[in-house]
């Protein structure tokens, strides 16, 4: 079993920058790769970005290349997720993920976080 606990979220303007992080505990969770899923108002989940643990390989969604930056701290068993340049399309509950692998991640994450609330203002 693994848990994710996300910190980070909040309020911010348009043009602005967040750091969202997630703490990952648990059975053998240094073997999964991890990412980022939102959630918009009246919209479906969506992949975000993911990161392997060993090689720091990642894969992000069209929507947010260039802007968002997704990195790990495997000391401190710690994913981020550096979101720069912010709009107000951005506004979305965003969750910590964990799977096999990116590819995996990106197609359908075996672990869950609880979420944390983005909200990017005009």
């Known amino acids: 079993q693994v848990q994710l606990i996300e910190s980070g979220g909040g309020l911010v303007q348009a043009g602005g920058s967040l750091r969202l992080s997630c703490s990952v505990s648990?059975?053998?969770?240094?073997?999964?790769?991890m990412g980022w899923y939102r959630q918009g108002p009246g919209k479906e989940r969506e992949f975000v970005a993911a990161?392997?643990?060993?090689?720091?390989?990642?894969r992000y969604a069209d929507s947010v290349k260039g802007r968002f930056t997704i990195s790990r701290e495997s000391f401190r068993n710690t994913v981020y997720l550096q979101m720069d340049s912010l709009k107000p399309a951005d506004t979305a509950a965003y969750f910590c993920?964990?799977?096999?692998?990116?590819?995996?991640?990106?197609?359908?994450?075996?672990?869950w976080g609880q979420g944390t609330q983005v909200t990017v203002s005009p």
């Open positions: 648990g059975r053998s969770s240094d073997k999964y790769a």
């Open positions: 993920v964990a799977g096999p692998s990116t590819v995996d991640i990106a197609k359908e994450p075996g672990h």
């Open positions: 990161i392997n643990w060993g090689n720091s390989i990642a």
